[in-house]
């Protein structure tokens, strides 16, 4: 038999653990590693908490817990290692943890950098939202809380915030919707995957822009789809009919209004010609309508409408989240569905998926009706399109204008690099600086070749005045 050891006090775990837990835990430790092997006597509780300076009852209550949970027994000796069920459980092997995921798991991009420092893309001006008003709406959501909202909310969200989102698209995109073909989620990323699990089966193919938007990337491959890389070119995604003849579409998951990340609009040439051949139960466009609130058409210029409201019926999931117009961590998005699917995509999104942020999705409806949501996109509209004009004067001073694209919409510009400065190179050394920037190859499906090799560069939470000072940090990591 093998004699127990304990040091003359417990260890205790982070998170304030009391010595009857700390007891259970190193006496398991011990059973489970071998230390102490089935048969083997565990000292009398006097005698224990002697040792350990504890109370007699705390080591009583602990060797209770431990024969409930069958790792010791008693006799009339007094207590004993019981013999565990399985051979090997007293020394489990160390599994690889790498290969306890799905194969899929690996081939997820990754995320990195801090979201909150000058040129991180895609976030707007934290610091300019009117937090008092929303504030005020969430009071008064709360105050209306009854058990029902705290349950669950109404399968497809609110009936108040679906009306609003409904009024908003047809006014602002031309996205020709009632309410009960707008389903609202708990975020983009939820909204893609209910996309790639409810609109397709494992195998089928999702074509993809390359450089293209990764959460979407992720959500294909987590669902098991084959996902074919599409070239994006200055008029959007470039798919010619050899290849829907070779690789014809499940899935297609578009960018229109701003490809995310080049900053193309997809000509309406292209929109027609991708709506006519995406054939009602064959296909589905998913059309991800990415910085579309703040449009920086210059004066004579209007943007096209949504790609769904061009033809009626059309088989095209429309999809927009409020990150830009509010705030990301809020993670509410919504989905226009085409009438003849709202039934059935209603009924398996509801199966799928438990709803939840009614008290928010109250609030929302609330901002929404009080006009504030809309006098706020009305005000940063032009606060953005200055920091652009101050981004783009300092990159022109540096680059060839014919290398900084986009700008059309959103919050970002992209800029392509010489082959000379690679830029994950520059992103690693622009971090040392104090400023962010995204690697451009970190969007491209087949990154190897170098084709795509740039920088993403926010302006949204850096105040014009300080871009010439936060641009100086940057260039020195070229």
């Known amino acids: 038999m093998h004699q127990l050891s304990f040091p003359l006090a417990l260890s205790f775990a982070p998170g304030g653990e009391s010595r009857q837990a700390a007891l259970v835990r190193q006496l398991k430790a011990a059973i489970l590693t071998g230390q102490l092997a089935p048969g083997d006597r565990l000292p009398a509780s006097r005698a224990l908490a002697a040792a350990l300076g504890i109370a007699r009852n705390t080591v009583l209550l602990a060797y209770q817990r431990l024969q409930a949970e069958g790792f010791i027994a008693g006799d009339r000796r007094g207590t004993r290692v019981a013999a565990l069920p399985l051979a090997d459980a007293r020394r489990p092997a160390p599994a690889p943890v790498a290969g306890m995921l799905a194969s899929r798991a690996g081939q997820l991009p990754r995320r990195s950098g801090d ?35 705290l349950v669950h909310a109404p399968a497809g969200g609110e009936p108040a915030l679906r009306a609003a989102i409904a009024r908003f698209l047809r006014l602002r995109r031309g996205v020709d919707c009632s309410p009960e073909q707008v389903f609202v989620v708990a975020g983009g990323a939820l909204a893609l995957d209910a996309c790639a699990r409810l609109l397709a089966d494992p195998g089928a193919t999702a074509w993809l822009e390359n450089p293209g938007y990764p959460a979407a990337r992720s959500a294909f491959i987590a669902a098991g789809l084959k996902v074919v890389a599409v070239p994006v070119d200055r008029d959007g995604m470039a798919a010619d009919a050899e290849r829907w003849q070779v690789q014809p579409p499940r899935l297609i998951f578009l960018t229109p209004a701003h490809q995310y990340p080049l900053g193309a609009v997809l000509s309406l040439e292209r929109r027609l010609d991708l709506l006519q051949r995406a054939a009602p139960g064959q296909c589905w466009i998913i059309e991800d309508d990415y910085d579309s609130e703040f449009d920086h058409a210059r004066p004579g210029q209007r943007p096209l409408p949504a790609l769904q409201g061009l033809v009626a019926d059309a088989p095209v999931i429309y999809i927009g989240t409020f990150s830009k117009l509010l705030y990301p961590g809020l993670r509410v998005a919504y989905m226009v569905v085409p009438r003849w699917a709202v039934r059935h995509f209603g009924e398996a999104l509801e199966a799928l998926y438990r709803a939840g942020q009614a008290v928010e999705q109250r609030a929302l409806a609330r901002f929404f009706d009080s006009g504030r949501l809309l006098r706020h996109l009305r005000a940063m509209g032009p606060v953005y399109r200055r920091r652009q004009d101050a981004l783009r004067a300092e990159l022109e001073r540096r680059f060839d204008a014919s290398a900084i694209l986009g700008g059309q919409a959103g919050l970002h510009l992209c800029l392509r690099l010489p082959a000379e400065l690679p830029d994950k190179a520059v992103v690693e050394r622009a971090a040392a600086h104090g400023v962010v920037a995204r690697a451009l190859s970190d969007y491209a499906i087949d990154a190897g070749d170098g084709a795509h090799n740039g920088l993403l560069l926010g302006y949204g939470m850096a105040d014009e005045a300080h871009i010439p000072a936060l641009f100086h940090q940057l260039a020195a990591a070229f």
């Open 115 to 149: 979201a909150l420092l000058p040129f991180a893309p895609g976030v707007p001006d934290l610091n300019a939202f009117p937090w008092p008003a929303w504030r005020r709406q969430l009071q008064h959501a709360w105050g209306e809380v009854s058990a029902r909202q």
